[in-house]
């Protein structure tokens, strides 16, 4: 049976990257997720550059899938720029996506 991190990863592979063609999950923007008392949810991703022009849209399309599972009682998505994001942080499929290896 999936746990509730589990099915938060899930939700975060259906939210992409509008100029990447690959899911923030796979793409390294997901720096950590808590689940606190009561199943309130924080998560803390940055994008692939500050000026982003969807910023926006990606922590809103985050906090609107996550608070869609039943479980979930309330949701925090804090945008942050520390550590950058660069693209060792993508996963080994997103690369092969992208075709960088």
């Known amino acids: 049976m999936a746990t509730l991190k589990d099915k938060i990863i899930e ?3 259906t939210v992409e990257d509008p100029e ?3 899911n ?3 793409l ?6 808590t689940i606190k008392d009561d199943n309130v949810v924080f998560v803390v991703m940055t ?3 500050p ?3 969807v910023a926006g849209q990606i922590v809103m399309e985050v906090q609107q899938k996550i608070s869609e599972l039943e479980e979930v009682t309330d949701v ?3 945008l942050t720029f ?3 994001w660069t693209m060792d942080m993508m996963s080994e499929e997103a690369k092969l996506e992208l075709d960088f290896l």
Do not use: K, Q
């Open 11 to 13: 939700v975060l592979y």
């Open 20 to 22: 990447i063609p690959v």
């Open 24 to 26: 923030i999950y796979e």
């Open 28 to 33: 390294g923007l997901v720096y950590d997720i």
């Open 47 to 49: 994008l692939t550059a």
């Open 51 to 53: 000026a982003c022009p």
């Open 76 to 78: 925090h998505v804090d």
């Open 82 to 84: 520390e550590p950058p």
